[in-house]
């Protein structure tokens, strides 16, 4: 079965620090990945997705992810973060149509940014 | 679109009685997923449909758990009897299976349960 391990439950920062969260998937076929933030009290929205192609994508409010599929991962990137990317943070992943688009999440990792 | 529409946003019960929860889908998307969010467990998918179907419901929890999809625009969770346990947040995804916004999930706002 699919699972997505995510390496840190809570991350704190101070602003302009740089943000790299880990990801990683157990699955050998062809994956989807996506990254996902929620912000304090709202649902969950889609930062970035990777589905084919340069691995290395470019999502909304300056992150990215690059995938390794050597390793299995799919780390979040943010050269300088800023107090508004306090958030959880989840990676997911699915098999597409093969796999009916059933999507697993990781378990969630929360950043607190300082001002 | 008005995207994923869920209700209640919050319900409060007492152990023993009936939720229902609601999601009206985002239109032309034939795909529908349950998750619900514990500060223990995370977010758990518990069951998905696809065009009205059932695919896959191996995460929910118990019996006490049930969902449906009558047709295309509306689909209930409903838990009977419930328990303090089952207090969580409740989120209601839709996807439009390829087409579209290709493969991504559009959640809605969530409804938190809290069962005394």
């Known amino acids: 079965a699919q699972s997505v391990s995510q390496h840190n439950h809570h991350v704190i920062l101070s602003e302009a620090a740089s943000l790299e969260l880990g990801c990683n998937y157990s699955?050998?076929?062809?994956?989807?990945l996506f990254w996902y933030v929620q912000y304090p009290g709202q649902h969950l929205q889609l930062l970035l997705k990777y589905f084919s192609g340069d691995p290395l994508v470019k999502g909304i409010k300056g992150f990215e992810a690059e995938f390794i599929k050597s390793k299995f991962s799919f780390n979040l990137r943010k050269p300088s973060v800023q107090w508004s990317d306090t958030a959880e943070y989840f990676c997911?992943?699915?098999?597409?149509?093969?796999?009916?688009?059933?999507?697993?999440f990781g378990a969630g990792t929360r950043l607190f940014v300082k001002a | 679109d008005a995207g994923v529409i869920q209700s209640p946003r919050h319900e409060v019960t007492e152990m023993g009685q009936e939720v229902t929860l609601r999601c009206k889908p985002i239109s032309g998307h034939d795909y529908l997923f349950w998750y619900r969010q514990t500060m223990m467990r995370g977010l758990e998918l518990l069951i998905y449909?696809?065009?009205?179907?059932?695919?896959?419901d191996s995460g929910m929890p118990e019996d006490r758990f049930s969902a449906k999809m009558p047709n295309a625009s509306f689909s209930t969770l409903k838990i009977q009897p419930s328990e303090p346990r089952d207090s969580a947040v409740y989120f209601c995804?839709?996807?439009?299976?390829?087409?579209?916004?290709?493969?991504?999930?559009?959640f809605g706002p969530g409804t938190r349960l809290t069962v005394l």
């Open positions: 699955y050998g076929g062809t994956v989807n």
């Open positions: 997911a992943v699915n098999e597409g149509w093969t796999g009916g688009f059933k999507t697993i």
């Open positions: 449909f696809n065009n009205n179907v059932p695919i896959d």
């Open positions: 995804a839709t996807h439009g299976g390829g087409r579209g916004s290709y493969n991504e999930q559009f």
